[in-house]
T-cell receptor, first 117, second 114 residues
Framework: AQKITQTQPGMFVQEKEAVTLDCTYD???????LFWYKQPSSGEMIFLIYQGSYDEQNATEGRYSLNFQKARKSANLVISASQLGDSAMYFCAMREGRTGTASKLTFGTGTRLQVTL | NAGVTQTPKFQVLKTGQSMTLQCAQD?????MSWYRQDPGMGLRLIHY???????DQGEVPNGYNVSRSTTEDFPLRLLSAAPSQTSVYFC?????????????FGNGTRLTVT
């Protein structure tokens, strides 16, 4: 089974609107971290936001927020007031914390977001 | 502060050739890793290291070797390049292996094998 599933290969959003990028995950660990990265057309990977499995509040970083629903195993990224510069590929990732194993980061297949005028 | 430095940025190889992708970080990070990125497949883990002298295989290790003789460096070796290894390669590191430790990425190496 896929550990990280991003079901939206591509999304469009109008400038200044909000958009939600979906991410579901699969783990049997109690301790894990969820991350979102942005990859613009220039290719670099930019860390956006982090949510811990024990965090009771949703993480926020500026215009980015993470809608964390633990029972549903979902960690959707919400971008408010979209800007043209938000056009990029977005990856959801998980770091599991099983005792005795190295904590690797597993990525989803990504969602390409296009912001339009 | 340079962060994670990868070289080269671009490389073209012929089938059967070998080469080393270099990765260095100056942040005293404990954890280092190599990923390959292919269209529609996200980033897949090749090898990783939790400290000097310690390496392990990731999801797609065949055809690649790594070593970690120092905390700073984590080179990736292609033993005998194949067209299936055409990809974009990323080196990434984190301060710890804790679940709250984000990865910091290099700028990537675009490799073409003909």
């Amino acid at each position: 089974a896929q550990k990280i599933t991003q079901t939206q290969p591509g999304m469009f959003v109008q400038e200044k609107e909000a958009v939600t990028l979906d991410c579901t995950y699969d783990t049997s660990d109690q301790s894990y971290g969820l991350f979102w990265y942005k990859q613009p057309s220039s290719g670099e990977m930019i860390f956006l936001i982090y949510q811990g499995s024990y965090d009771e509040q949703n993480a926020t970083e500026g215009r980015y927020s993470l809608n964390f629903q633990k029972a549903r195993k979902s960690a959707n990224l919400v971008i408010s007031a979209s800007q043209l510069g938000d056009s990029a590929m977005y990856f959801c990732a998980m770091r599991e914390g099983r005792t005795g194993t190295a904590s690797k980061l597993t990525f989803g297949t990504g969602t390409r977001l296009q912001v339009t005028l | 502060n340079a962060g994670v430095t990868q070289t080269p940025k671009f490389q073209v190889l012929k089938t059967g050739q070998s080469m080393t992708l270099q990765c260095a970080q100056d942040m005293n990070h404990e954890y280092m890793s190599w990923y390959r990125q292919d269209p529609g497949m996200g980033l897949r883990l090749i090898h990783y290291s939790v400290g000097a002298g310690i390496t392990d295989q990731g999801e797609v290790p065949n055809g690649y070797n790594v070593s970690r003789s120092t905390t700073e460096d984590f080179p990736l070796r292609l033993l005998s390049a194949a067209p299936s290894q055409t990809s974009v390669y990323f080196c990434a590191s984190s301060y710890t292996t804790r679940t709250d430790s984000p990865l910091h990425f290099g700028n990537g190496t675009r490799l073409t094998v003909t």
